[in-house]
């Protein structure tokens, strides 16, 4: 957007993304939205008065978002339980909210009676958003990780066959790739200090003096930077 003004109106933009900004900008319709209308606030509550979002299936955890109504009802007809959609605690939006903790403690009761698989492929028939609570051991192997081929695998000298993700950003044109494996300390002493002038007379007295480090393999050791 910053580069579109430019071209319309001549004048550039200086954009700051913090974390924190990003952060409350994506988690207020989920996590804030009942503090949305100014003086309507809900009365201050404890931190653990509401339980998380994340659900024990039989084999594993799922979590799933009912915000609207229509993933609401979704959930109810994925859940095959008629007389849920008919509890007036939960019909709009301003009561799932107002009873939320009835609501999530409802849901757990149902999503504990099938598999992992089976919400997710009812859940997602119905439009409502889930997804699976992965181990860190088994996001390397999701379906979805490997499909978007996220992880990318390298040969690290010293260390053996390593993965690292790749750079979030896509680009059709021009793709961001990890150039290699991360060099190693001193790696390219040398070759900077070529680069910046120095002669290779004047690099093996800095050496000598300790006042740079190079890499093992060129017999720097473990050589202090001054």
């Not at 909210?97 to 609501?103: D, E, L, V």
């Not at 990318?152 to 993965?163: A, I, K, N």
Request: charged share 25%; proline share 6%; aromatic share 6%.
């Amino acid at each position: 957007s910053a580069l579109y003004a430019r071209e319309k109106t001549g004048h550039g933009d200086h954009i700051q993304i913090a974390m924190l900004d990003v952060m409350i900008s994506y988690l207020w319709p989920e996590g804030m939205a009942q503090y949305t209308v100014v003086g309507a606030e809900p009365p201050a509550a404890g931190p653990n008065d509401r339980p998380d979002l994340v659900f024990k299936t039989t084999d594993g955890y799922i979590t799933a978002g009912t915000l609207s109504d229509s993933e609401w009802q979704g959930f109810c007809r994925a859940s095959g339980d008629p007389e849920l959609a008919a509890d007036a605690r939960f019909a709009t939006q301003l009561s799932r909210s107002a009873n939320a903790t009835a609501r999530i403690h409802k849901m757990a009761e149902y999503i504990a009676q099938r598999s992992t698989a089976e919400w997710l492929q009812r859940l997602d028939a119905n439009d409502v958003p889930c997804a699976p609570v992965l181990r860190r051991g088994e996001i390397i192997g999701n379906e979805q990780v490997v499909a978007r081929q996220l992880i990318t695998e390298f040969d690290q000298p010293g260390v053996g066959r390593v993965r690292q993700p790749k750079p979030a950003a896509r680009f059709e044109r021009s793709e961001a790739e990890i150039g290699g494996p991360a060099p190693r300390v001193g790696e390219h002493s040398r070759d900077v200090l070529l680069d910046l002038g120095y002669s290779a007379g004047d690099i093996d007295r800095m050496i000598a003096d300790k006042l740079v480090r190079v890499a093992a393999s060129e017999g720097g050791g473990s050589v202090p930077i001054k």
